[in-house]
């Protein structure tokens, strides 16, 4: 049998043809393979991806898509994307669309979506453009992420790092406050200790000076009540704690407020509920109470509205995104003040609480008011929290530990004495300043006692070492270059420690009324005292 060419040819022909044909079906189940594979990604993807046509219309999305939005594919496909969007994002995506179809590339776009339940998330959209092989627009290919959450922790951040901003402000403000008070309270005790003096026995009852000097002694002990409130504004400053119910004082500052108030503002009080006891100063959560009341009042005064006033126990827990970051978790009674007056400015929301800060006239308010209230509530353990709306209204919360048990604890306070006691005892007065020194010694001997000065601590360390039991009363000023008072007691102590010691002090953060009954020290006197509270203190140590 003879074979042709043509057959040879044909022969080798076919078995190209069969090979080719191999190959295209090897290369056909491989890209098979690769688009599953792919296929299986894009729906498998964390990520949201999806494909818009030249009208803007979804003509792709893959399962992550779905699941972040909560739609089923065929409620979506071939609706237009800007259908899917929130409020005014809607008006901004056509507006937008062609620009993007003309520049090609959008990364990190922000904006808000609307999910199939109605509510809303943040996304976050990153897309290109994809092109025909004429280089026409063919479709969009978008990768779209949730940062619902992100945009929560951030603002959630934000939020706590304000609140430390603020925190470690008022700190400083407070540390400047209570150097200020120290110095001030000594001038004061000079001023109100020698117009006693001048007023007691060196001035006709009939001089035209002694109207005057009235008005100078008053004078300074308003200025002593300022002080007080600067002093508020520390976290260190003195406090008459005691277990405490706070109802029967909200209730009782809300009776001053609605008598002062105008009669277009009406004022309604919600209790809800019966444990409202804390671990307080009755006079300060009263100031609290009663400052906020006056600051609604005056965003009301023109206008009119409603003032309420709310009790509540709420339990902050490990993780509740709703504690103050400076409290701790556990139960606390909240006391909300809520106006509808004119709102604060969002611009001066953080500089409120700072003192002498005010949008008042000057002859309406000192800017203490606010402060005053947060140097209280920090005092308390406590945390303010302020939310406020242009022309809808202010709230304040006020959160103060609650007392889940406790027993009466109730202060028994002494009456006024009928008259001033003296005594003939021997006392050590101990004071750096020699005015305010002289001042207190003038007032002592006014009160019938003998007494030594001494302006130096070491020196008045060494004549008691000397003689222990001359001495029956040692009155000594707790910030001294030398020896602090209470270094100063610890030493008499030692020595003698049945020694009547009464600390005085214009502010100090080192001690308070009761770390200075724990050192044996008998009481304590804030500056400027006056010559009653002097000449009570002293009966009743010696006593």
Same mark, same amino acid.
């Given at each position: 049998? !003879?074979?042709?060419?043509?057959?040879?040819?044909?022969?080798?022909?076919?078995?190209? /043809?069969?090979?080719?044909?191999?190959?295209?079906?090897?290369?056909?189940?491989?890209?098979?393979?690769?688009?599953?594979?792919?296929?299986?990604?894009?729906?498998?993807?964390? /990520?949201?991806?999806?494909?818009?046509? $030249?009208?803007?219309?979804?003509?792709?999305?893959?399962?992550?898509?779905? #699941?972040?939005?909560?739609?089923?594919?065929?409620?979506?496909?071939?609706?237009?994307?800007?259908?899917?969007?929130?409020?005014?994002?809607?008006?901004?995506?056509?507006?937008?669309?062609?620009?993007?179809?003309?520049?090609? #590339?959008?990364?990190?776009?922000?904006?808000?979506?609307?999910?199939?339940?109605?509510?809303?998330?943040?996304?976050?959209?990153?897309?290109?453009?994809?092109?025909?092989?004429?280089?026409?627009?063919?479709?969009?290919?978008?990768?779209?992420?949730?940062?619902?959450?992100?945009?929560?922790?951030?603002?959630?951040?934000?939020?706590?790092? $304000?609140?430390?901003?603020?925190?470690?402000?008022? #700190?400083?403000?407070?540390?400047?406050?209570?150097?200020?008070?120290?110095?001030?309270?000594?001038?004061?005790?000079?001023?109100?200790?020698?117009?006693?003096?001048?007023?007691?026995?060196?001035?006709?009852?009939?001089?035209?000076?002694?109207?005057?000097?009235?008005?100078?002694?008053?004078?300074?002990?308003?200025?002593?009540?300022?002080?007080?409130?600067?002093?508020?504004?520390?976290?260190?400053?003195?406090?008459?704690?005691?277990?405490?119910?706070?109802?029967?004082?909200? #209730?009782? $500052?809300?009776?001053?407020?609605?008598?002062?108030?105008?009669?277009?503002?009406?004022?309604?009080?919600?209790?809800?509920?019966?444990?409202?006891?804390?671990?307080?100063?009755?006079?300060?959560?009263?100031?609290?109470?009663?400052?906020?009341?006056?600051?609604?009042?005056?965003?009301?005064?023109?206008?009119?509205?409603?003032?309420?006033?709310?009790? !509540?126990?709420?339990?902050?827990?490990?993780?509740?995104?709703?504690?103050?970051?400076?409290?701790?978790?556990?139960?606390?009674?909240?006391?909300?003040?809520?106006?509808?007056?004119?709102?604060?400015?969002?611009?001066?929301?953080?500089?409120?609480?700072?003192?002498?800060?005010? !949008?008042?006239?000057?002859?309406?308010?000192?800017?203490?008011?606010?402060?005053?209230?947060?140097?209280?509530?920090?005092?308390?353990?406590? $945390?303010?929290?302020?939310?406020?709306?242009?022309?809808?209204?202010?709230?304040?919360?006020?959160?103060?530990?609650?007392?889940?048990?406790?027993?009466?604890?109730?202060?028994?306070?002494?009456?006024?004495?009928?008259?001033?006691?003296?005594?003939?005892?021997?006392?050590?007065?101990?004071?750096?300043?020699?005015?305010?020194?002289?001042?207190?010694?003038?007032?002592?001997?006014?009160?019938?006692?003998?007494?030594?000065?001494?302006?130096?601590?070491?020196?008045?360390?060494?004549?008691?070492?000397?003689?222990?039991?001359?001495?029956?009363?040692?009155?000594?000023?707790?910030?001294?270059?030398?020896?602090?008072?209470?270094?100063?007691?610890?030493?008499?102590?030692?020595?003698?420690?049945?020694?009547?010691?009464?600390?005085?002090?214009?502010?100090?953060?080192?001690?308070?009324?009761?770390?200075?009954?724990?050192?044996?020290?008998?009481?304590?006197?804030?500056?400027?005292?006056?010559?009653?509270?002097?000449?009570?203190?002293?009966?009743?140590?010696?006593?």
């Amino acid at each position: 049998m !003879t074979i042709s060419i043509n057959d040879t040819q044909q022969q080798s022909d076919l078995t190209q /043809l069969k090979k080719r044909v191999a190959e295209l079906e090897s290369r056909e189940k491989s890209l098979l393979r690769e688009n599953k594979y792919l296929r299986e990604l894009y729906n498998r993807s964390p /990520l949201g991806y999806q494909s818009l046509d $030249a009208f803007g219309c979804l003509i792709e999305i893959n399962q992550a898509w779905l #699941e972040i939005l909560g739609y089923e594919k065929q409620e979506v496909l071939g609706k237009n994307f800007g259908d899917l969007l929130a409020g005014k994002w809607r008006d901004q995506f056509k507006e937008n669309f062609p620009k993007l179809k003309a520049v090609g #590339e959008i990364l990190g776009f922000e904006f808000e979506m609307r999910k199939k339940d109605g509510s809303h998330l943040a996304v976050r959209l990153d897309g290109r453009v994809g092109k025909n092989d004429q280089g026409g627009f063919q479709q969009t290919y978008c990768i779209i992420q949730d940062i619902t959450y992100q945009r929560k922790a951030e603002k959630e951040r934000e939020k706590l790092q $304000a609140q430390l901003v603020h925190a470690q402000k008022m #700190e400083s403000i407070g540390r400047l406050a209570s150097g200020i008070a120290h110095d001030f309270n000594n001038i004061l005790s000079s001023v109100v200790g020698y117009a006693e003096i001048i007023l007691d026995d060196e001035l006709p009852d009939d001089s035209p000076a002694r109207e005057s000097l009235q008005e100078i002694l008053a004078a300074g002990l308003r200025a002593k009540e300022l002080v007080k409130q600067i002093l508020a504004v520390n976290r260190h400053s003195q406090l008459k704690k005691r277990p405490m119910s706070l109802g029967p004082v909200v #209730e009782e $500052a809300i009776n001053l407020l609605q008598a002062s108030l105008p009669s277009n503002i009406k004022i309604r009080k919600h209790f809800f509920t019966e444990n409202t006891r804390i671990y307080g100063d009755p006079t300060q959560i009263h100031q609290v109470v009663t400052n906020l009341g006056v600051n609604a009042g005056h965003a009301m005064r023109d206008t009119g509205g409603t003032l309420d006033v709310v009790i !509540t126990s709420v339990e902050f827990g490990p993780e509740d995104q709703e504690r103050p970051f400076e409290l701790k978790h556990g139960p606390y009674v909240e006391i909300t003040v809520t106006d509808t007056g004119l709102g604060i400015n969002p611009l001066i929301l953080d500089k409120i609480f700072d003192p002498f800060f005010s !949008t008042k006239p000057k002859e309406e308010g000192s800017g203490l008011g606010l402060s005053m209230v947060h140097g209280i509530v920090k005092n308390h353990n406590g $945390a303010i929290i302020v939310d406020s709306e242009i022309n809808k209204g202010t709230t304040f919360k006020v959160c103060f530990p609650q007392l889940t048990d406790f027993g009466d604890g109730e202060e028994v306070i002494a009456g006024p004495a009928s008259q001033m006691p003296g005594g003939d005892e021997r006392v050590l007065v101990v004071d750096d300043e020699p005015v305010v020194g002289a001042v207190t010694k003038k007032r002592l001997e006014k009160l019938g006692y003998t007494v030594t000065l001494i302006t130096n601590s070491r020196d008045a360390l060494d004549i008691l070492v000397q003689d222990p039991y001359y001495f029956q009363l040692v009155i000594a000023d707790q910030t001294m270059p030398e020896l602090r008072a209470d270094q100063l007691a610890r030493r008499i102590l030692s020595i003698r420690p049945d020694t009547p010691i009464i600390l005085c002090t214009g502010y100090s953060h080192l001690i308070n009324r009761e770390q200075a009954k724990e050192l044996g020290i008998s009481d304590f006197l804030s500056k400027p005292f006056t010559q009653m509270d002097l000449a009570r203190t002293i009966r009743k140590v010696l006593a």
